[in-house]
């Protein structure tokens, strides 16, 4: 019933930038957090920010990495400054219409940082 949509990804050097954009359609026309998680091969998929009426972050990317919202849009972004290899991953965005709602995610997009 609802689809969101992921773009942005792609190849940077390290030291790099890209941005994420998530936009949800569907019957839902709000939601309650946003949130972009990550995962790479062999590794569990770890949260990386999260949005409601403020933004939080995962220690590894705190400064770098910034969270933002359009409701107007239902869409949800990722700015990602000062990128290494460690940020190779593929990234997927979760909507939630409440809290404890486990939430829609995102097809993911892949980031490889790679010189």
């Known amino acids: 019933q609802v689809q969101l949509v992921e773009s942005g990804g792609g190849l940077v050097q390290p030291g790099g930038s890209l941005r994420l954009s998530c936009a949800a359609s569907?019957?839902?026309?709000?939601?309650?957090?946003m949130g972009w998680y990550r995962q790479a091969p062999g590794k569990e998929r770890e949260l990386v920010a999260s949005?409601?009426?403020?933004?939080t972050y995962a220690d590894f990317v705190k400064g770098r990495f910034t969270i933002s919202r359009d409701n107007a849009k239902n869409t949800v972004y990722l700015q990602m400054n000062s990128l290494n290899a460690e940020d190779t991953a593929v990234y997927y965005c979760?909507?939630?219409?409440?809290?404890?709602?486990?939430?829609?995610w995102g097809q993911g997009t892949q980031v490889t940082v790679s010189a």
């Open positions: 979760n909507f939630k219409t409440h809290r404890w709602d486990s939430g829609y």
């Open positions: 569907g019957s839902i026309l709000s939601f309650y957090a």
């Open positions: 949005i409601t009426s403020s933004s």
